[in-house]
């Protein structure tokens, strides 16, 4: 946040971060016919690239029903797929 220009104190920063921790686990599963670029970039580790074309294969092709879908994504890595099944949902 603090590099889109948010700003607070360390103590602002630390509340945030404690209320996302508790409320946004890391091992949250990612659904990703909903998800934007920067959700699929963080949650699952994808680069900016595979990100966007995930999201610009989804909204040209339709929701994904498995990972074998994703993987037919072109630029997106098939082993990090593969390494982020357990964190894929439909």
């Known amino acids: ?11 602002d920063y630390t ?7 508790k409320n946004f686990p890391a ?3 990612i659904n990703v016919n909903k998800a934007t670029a ?8 994808f680069t900016t ?8 294969y989804r909204e040209k092709n339709g ?4 990972a074998d879908d994703l993987k ?5 890595d098939a082993k990090k797929v593969d390494d982020k099944k357990a964190r894929l949902s439909f």
């Open 15 to 21: 509340e945030i971060l404690d209320y996302l921790v």
């Open 72 to 76: 037919k994504v072109p630029y997106l």
């Open 63 to 66: 929701d994904f029903k498995t």
């Open 1 to 11: 946040m603090a590099g889109f220009g948010a700003q607070g104190t360390d103590e």
């Open 27 to 29: 091992n949250a599963p």
């Open 38 to 45: 920067a959700q699929l970039e963080s949650g699952l580790g």
């Open 49 to 56: 690239t595979e990100a966007e074309a995930v999201v610009k």
